[in-house]
């Protein structure tokens, strides 16, 4: 997928003036870089110019594939020593070639077999090859490095220490804390991780496994994703782990990753995922990659993730007995449905993140209508109550406020889970079931293991139902005030404290 910002198709009804935006913005960023590489000014940071993260990602080339190699040495205090090699296309002549990449140190840097220069520039690791590279050039960068999986204070993310080991949890926007890449969604790629730790632990990551070596008292565990990831998707578990298998629908292989001590008591949740996969088919259509699992550290993160095919949990979120049943169930549901939601479909900018995070809410919420009688439209009514405090407090749905100072994931906010699901709602009432349901399958399969955005899914959503919607969407995507629900002109939405509706 190029790293690039599609402007709208012709004849879709984007909003006024976005397009145009966006396309400017686009070339702006264009002609800033090639005013930098042609006047040899210093290195500096770059970026896609994403609103939201507006240094994220990098312009120029279009990474292929990662391969990422770590060496855990059985110490979460130590930086573990990496090599991550990069296969990419340019799109553009580079005579230098910037990478996120942060709290490592860096040994040496290659292009093509050839050394390198390099330095560091805010958040960026900025090289230069011995050779300038032209348009359409193929490229192999290999970094060796470091990875730090010390807490950083004023970044949330990357290494997760576990009481037993490490995992990762990337996103928004700390991949790069982890390893060097274009760390932003709109650039997937395919992965291959290779883990060496110590005899005792177990190494799990994304995709499938494909070599076990083990020597000199140590273990190296080889993964391979078949589908294009994310960088923010990307997950390693290495830990005193078990690692059980079952089988999914359509003998899809199932695996999950439990701190030993704790596999029985976790052993009746783990069997409920291929039952819920199959739920989540008959909604949306097949599982859209090549194996699912979840990974329960024993961590203190606040959150679960939807890291590609091996979904981050915390263990307590299954043992503390507080949590009723139903619910921790469509927890488990809500990261299954980021599969399709979000992993094979990938926002094409943060701004988008609506699209994940309402569509995992909206099937979560689904779940539990239909598997513990908790009504959706009860969960909506009170969505909707709620609904201009979020959009006063965090922006609405489709436009998110920038993340708070010092705390990146403060862009997950509810304004975009149940605040977006509320839109999906009230675009179901304003279509009608059938076509909604259309929609979804259609949406998932057009742009399986792609990017999309908020623009694509206004248009898809107008060619299914055979309606311009973009006069009803509009408001529910970017106003400051919830519309009317249709079908529900009783619902109101209480004004924020301190000021007028």
Not at 162 to 181: E, I, K, R, W, Y
Not at 266 to 278: F, R, S
Request: charged share 20%; with cysteine.
């Amino acid at each position: 997928m190029p790293l690039t910002f599609r402007v709208a198709p012709r004849g879709s009804s984007a909003r006024p003036g976005r397009r145009s935006r966006r396309l400017k913005a686009a070339l702006l960023a264009s002609a800033v870089s090639v005013c930098l590489v042609a006047a040899s000014a210093p290195p500096v940071p770059l970026g896609v110019g994403d609103r939201l993260f507006p240094h994220l990602g990098n312009p120029g080339y279009d990474v292929a594939s990662y391969d990422l190699s770590f060496d855990y040495s059985g110490s979460n205090s130590k930086p573990l020593r990496a090599v991550t090699t990069i296969d990419a296309w340019t799109t553009r002549a580079l005579d230098r070639v910037n990478l996120d990449f942060a709290h490592g140190e860096v040994g040496s840097v290659e292009v093509d077999g050839r050394p390198a220069g390099f330095v560091t520039a805010g958040e960026d690791l900025v090289v230069t090859p011995e050779t300038p590279l032209a348009r359409g050039d193929w490229m192999r960068i290999t970094v060796r490095h470091t990875s730090d999986p010390v807490y950083d204070a004023e970044r949330e993310g990357g290494w997760v220490r576990t009481s037993d080991g490490l995992a990762m949890a990337n996103q928004a926007d700390v991949a790069h804390l982890v390893f060097p890449c274009n760390d932003h969604p709109s650039d997937k790629a395919l992965f291959t991780i290779r883990v060496t730790a110590p005899d005792g632990y177990t190494a799990v990551a994304n995709g499938l496994r494909t070599g076990v070596d083990r020597a000199r008292g140590a273990t190296t565990w080889t993964y391979r994703t078949r589908h294009p990831m994310a960088t923010e998707l990307a997950q390693v578990s290495i830990g005193r782990s078990t690692v059980l298998h079952r089988t999914g629908p359509h003998a899809l292989p199932v695996r999950d990753v439990v701190p030993t001590e704790h596999r029985a008591s976790l052993e009746p949740w783990l069997a409920k995922t291929p039952g819920q996969i199959a739920w989540m088919e008959g909604k949306v259509g097949p599982y859209p990659f090549e194996t699912y699992g979840l990974l329960m550290a024993d961590a203190s993160t606040g959150f679960e993730l939807e890291t590609q095919t091996l979904s981050l949990f915390e263990r307590q979120l299954f043992t503390e007995p507080l949590y009723p049943k139903w619910y921790v169930e469509s927890i488990m549901v809500h990261e299954l449905a980021h599969q399709w939601f979000g992993d094979s479909v990938t926002p094409r900018t943060w701004s988008d993140l609506w699209l994940n995070e309402g569509h995992a809410t909206w099937y979560e919420a689904l779940y539990a209508e239909e598997t513990a009688d908790r009504p959706l439209q009860a969960r909506m009514k009170a969505a909707y109550g709620a609904s201009d405090r979020w959009r006063a407090a965090g922006g609405p749905p489709a436009a998110p406020k920038a993340p708070d100072p010092g705390g990146k994931i403060s862009i997950f906010r509810p304004n975009v889970y149940d605040g977006a699901a509320l839109v999906l709602y009230a675009l179901r009432q304003k279509i009608g079931h059938p076509a909604f349901d259309r929609l979804e399958r259609a949406w998932v399969s057009l742009h399986k293991d792609g990017t999309a955005g908020t623009d694509d899914f206004v248009e898809l959503a107008s060619v299914v139902s055979g309606r311009n919607l973009d006069a009803f969407l509009e408001p529910w995507l970017y106003g400051e005030k919830t519309p009317p629900m249709p079908g529900h002109p009783d619902w109101t939405s209480a004004a924020p404290t301190g000021t007028r509706k």
